[in-house]
C-alpha cells in the first residue's frame, strides 16, 4: 500500500467547520476526506472565533451555515481584517442559473449555484464573492466544493468590495483585510502548488486561446465580448451594486486568459468615454463627469496587473 509523503501531509488543508448544528455535522463528516484535509469541529462563537484568530495564517478554507446569523460573523470577519475561503452549507434549495460567458463552445455554458437563501439576508453574497454555497443533499462532494472555494478565493481580486449592507469597515481595515487577503492568496497558491506537484496550476492558459492568434473575426469577437464587459463595470462603478467586483473579476479573467495586454484595456476605455462623450454632446450637457471614470480604469488595470504578477512563477 503507497502511503502518503511527509510532503504531503503537512500540505492537507486545514478546513474550520462551524454550523451551529450538530445533525448537519454529523451528515457532513462521513463525507470529508481526512487524507486530504485536517478537520477542527467549532461548537460557539466563542470558539469559533478564537480559533480564526489564533490559525488564520494557517487555516485554508471555512464551512459555515447560512443562518440569520451568518451576516453579523462575516461582518465581525471583516473587522478582524480575516478573509478565507469559505463553503457555505445552505438547507433551503439552491437556483441554479446558466453561465453563458462564451457561446463559442457547449462546454463552457455550465449551471452555476446561486443561493435563494441569500435573499433573506439581503446580501448577493454573505461573506466575500468567491464562497461557494451547496445544500447537505450535495455533501457528497464537498470535497471538491472545497477545492473549487480555494481556487476562487485565489481568484479574489485584492481591491474587492466587503458588504456594506451592515454597518460600514473603516478604511484602515477595508486596507487590512485587502493586505491580508494577498497574503493568504499567496500562501494558499504555494501550498497548493506543493500538494499537486506542479507549478502554476490555478494560471494555466492555452496559448491557443491568446487574442493575438484569433482570426480577425474571432479577435472581433473578442473584442467585442470585453468592450461589454467593461460597458457594465462602468455604468455600475459609482452606484450600489454588490456585484460589481464580481464585474470587473469576470473581465480580468476574460482578459487575461486571452493574454490581453493592459494598453488594449485603455484603448477600450478610451473608445467608450469617446462614444459617452458624444452622447452628452448630443443632449447638450458638459463630458466633464467622464474624467471621474479614470479612477475605473485604474481600478480595472490594478486587478489585471495583479493577476499577472501571481501568475509569474517565483524564483527559488
Not at 25 to 38: S, V
Request: hydrophobic share 40%; glycine share 2%; charged share 25%.
Amino acid at each position: 500500500m503507497n502511503h502518503p509523503s511527509p510532503n504531503l501531509q503537512r500540505s492537507k488543508l486545514s478546513i474550520g467547520i462551524f454550523l451551529e448544528s450538530e445533525p448537519l455535522t454529523q451528515a457532513l463528516l462521513p463525507w470529508l476526506d481526512r487524507d486530504r484535509h485536517l478537520i477542527t469541529l467549532l461548537q460557539s462563537s466563542d470558539e469559533f472565533f478564537t480559533f480564526v484568530e489564533q490559525e488564520k495564517h494557517s487555516l485554508d478554507c471555512l464551512v459555515l451555515r447560512s443562518s440569520p446569523t451568518l451576516p453579523q460573523l462575516a461582518h465581525q470577519l471583516h473587522g478582524q481584517a480575516t478573509l478565507l475561503p469559505a463553503v457555505v452549507v445552505s438547507e433551503e434549495p439552491l437556483a441554479t442559473v446558466e453561465n453563458s460567458q462564451s457561446s463559442t463552445s457547449p462546454a463552457a455554458i455550465e449551471p452555476t449555484r446561486v443561493s435563494k437563501a441569500v435573499d433573506y439576508l439581503g446580501l448577493a453574497f454573505a461573506y466575500h464573492t468567491a464562497e461557494v454555497w451547496i445544500t447537505p443533499n450535495q455533501f457528497e462532494a464537498v470535497n471538491d466544493d472545497i477545492e473549487r472555494a480555494i481556487d476562487q478565493f485565489l481568484h479574489l481580486s485584492p481591491t474587492c468590495r466587503l458588504s456594506n449592507t451592515l454597518s460600514t469597515v473603516d478604511l484602515a481595515t477595508d486596507l487590512s483585510a485587502q493586505n491580508f487577503l494577498m497574503l493568504q492568496q499567496r500562501r494558499l497558491s504555494e501550498k497548493l502548488k506543493e500538494r499537486l506537484g506542479y507549478l502554476g496550476v490555478y494560471y494555466k492558459r492555452n496559448p491557443r486561446n491568446f487574442f493575438r492568434y484569433l482570426s480577425a473575426t474571432q479577435q472581433q469577437e473578442a473584442l467585442a465580448q470585453l468592450r461589454s464587459e467593461y460597458r457594465e463595470i462602468v455604468l455600475h462603478y459609482f452606484g450600489e451594486d454588490d456585484t460589481l467586483n464580481q464585474r470587473i473579476d469576470e473581465f480580468v479573467n476574460s482578459a487575461f486568459f486571452a493574454d490581453v495586454a493592459t494598453s488594449q484595456v485603455v484603448e477600450i476605455h478610451m473608445d467608450l468615454m469617446d462614444e459617452f462623450a458624444k452622447q452628452l454632446k448630443l443632449e447638450g450637457r458638459s463630458d466633464d463627469i467622464l474624467l471621474d471614470y479614470r479612477l475605473t480604469l485604474i481600478d480595472t488595470i490594478a486587478h489585471l496587473c495583479e493577476m499577472y504578477r501571481r501568475s509569474v512563477p517565483r524564483e527559488a
